[in-house]
């Protein structure tokens, strides 16, 4: 059974930073695409940041300049780097990983933007 552990999540001031981790555990053949997401109540889960194999990476509009994913194959961990945060970035962000050939997804973490 493949399981996403997350952690790096808290509390911020903004314009600060944080930096997300996403371990994938249990016996793992294949991880392909990578990403982050993230929710606030009342709407829907939003695409942020993707990651290919070949680390070729795409960003939502709204972190754009601000985020960094990056990936470490040989842990099978997505990471994300999360700079000059705002009170709007306040969300439960959940990785993604296609691993064993199927959609897989962390518990979420909280992140919360506040002075």
């Known amino acids: 059974q493949v399981q996403l552990v997350e952690s790096g999540g808290g509390l911020v001031q903004p314009g600060g930073s944080l930096t997300l981790s996403c371990a994938a555990s249990?016996?793992?053949?294949?991880?392909?695409?990578m990403g982050w997401y993230r929710q606030t109540p009342g709407k829907q889960r939003e695409l942020i940041a993707t990651?290919?194999?070949?680390?070729?990476?795409n960003y939502a509009d709204s972190v754009k300049g601000r985020f960094t994913i990056s990936r470490d194959n040989a842990k099978n961990t997505v990471y994300l780097q999360m700079n000059s945060l705002r009170p709007e970035d306040t969300a439960v962000y959940y990785c993604?990983?296609?691993?064993?050939?199927?959609?897989?997804w962390g518990q979420g973490t909280q992140v919360t933007v506040s002075s």
């Open positions: 249990g016996i793992i053949f294949s991880v392909n695409d």
């Open positions: 993604n990983m296609e691993a064993n050939w199927r959609d897989r």
């Open positions: 990651i290919t194999r070949g680390e070729n990476t």
